[in-house]
C-alpha cells in the first residue's frame, strides 16, 4: 500500500534535496531553468523558498497590470508578480505548467514570480557565457547559450527584488 504524503510535505522535500544539491560542495553549480513568456531563466536554488502551482489570486485594485493580487501562504501574504508581463512581454496564460517561485525570505520581500514552465536543473558551466550586448535590465547577472543554441538569462534576484521599477506596484 502506498504511503499518503501531502502536497505541501511533496514540495518542500522536493526543495530542500533542491538546494541541498545545490549548497553541497561536490555538486555542480545548477541553477533552476524555467520558462517566462518566450524567454528561458536560470534561477539559483537560494533564491527561492518553494516552487508551487498558481493558488487562488485575491485581485489589489489600482495595482500595475503586472501584479496579479496577492496570495495567502501558511499565514503570510505574497504579492504575485508575473514577470513575463512585467518584462514587457504578453501576460501569462495559468494553466497546469505555470509555477509560482516563491522568493526566499533573505530578500526581505514577500514575493512571487509566475513562470510559464520549470525546465529543470541547468549547469551554467556546461554552457557558453555570451557578451551582453545591448541594453539590458540590471537584473540580467548574464547571458549563456546552451549546446543546442537556445539562449538563457540569469537572474539576479537580490537585483530585481530591490529595484523600483519592480517594487512599485500601485499605479501613478
Not at 510535505?9 to 541541498?20: D, G, N, R, T
Not at 531553468?33 to 528561458?40: A, K, M, T
Amino acid at each position: 500500500m502506498a504511503r499518503k504524503i501531502s502536497l505541501r510535505a511533496f514540495h518542500e522535500s522536493v526543495m530542500a534535496k533542491l538546494q541541498s544539491l545545490a549548497s553541497s560542495e561536490t555538486a555542480s553549480p545548477s541553477k533552476l531553468g524555467v520558462q517566462i513568456g518566450s524567454n528561458f531563466w536560470l534561477v539559483n536554488l537560494s533564491d527561492i523558498s518553494e516552487a508551487l502551482p498558481i493558488p487562488k489570486l485575491t485581485f489589489v485594485p489600482l495595482a500595475q497590470p503586472w501584479f496579479c493580487g496577492v496570495a495567502n501562504f501558511r499565514g503570510n501574504l505574497y504579492g504575485i508578480v508575473d514577470f513575463s508581463h512585467f518584462l514587457g512581454g504578453v501576460p501569462t496564460q495559468f494553466g497546469v505548467d505555470c509555477r509560482l517561485l516563491l522568493v526566499h525570505q533573505k530578500f526581505s520581500v514577500n514575493c512571487g514570480i509566475v513562470v510559464s514552465r520549470m525546465l529543470g536543473l541547468r549547469n551554467p558551466e556546461k554552457m557558453k557565457r555570451v557578451e551582453m550586448e545591448g541594453d539590458f535590465p540590471p537584473w540580467v547577472a548574464a547571458e549563456y547559450d546552451d549546446e543546442t543554441g537556445q539562449r538563457w538569462q540569469e537572474l539576479n534576484m537580490q537585483v530585481l527584488t530591490g529595484h523600483a521599477q519592480f517594487l512599485n506596484v500601485g499605479l501613478s
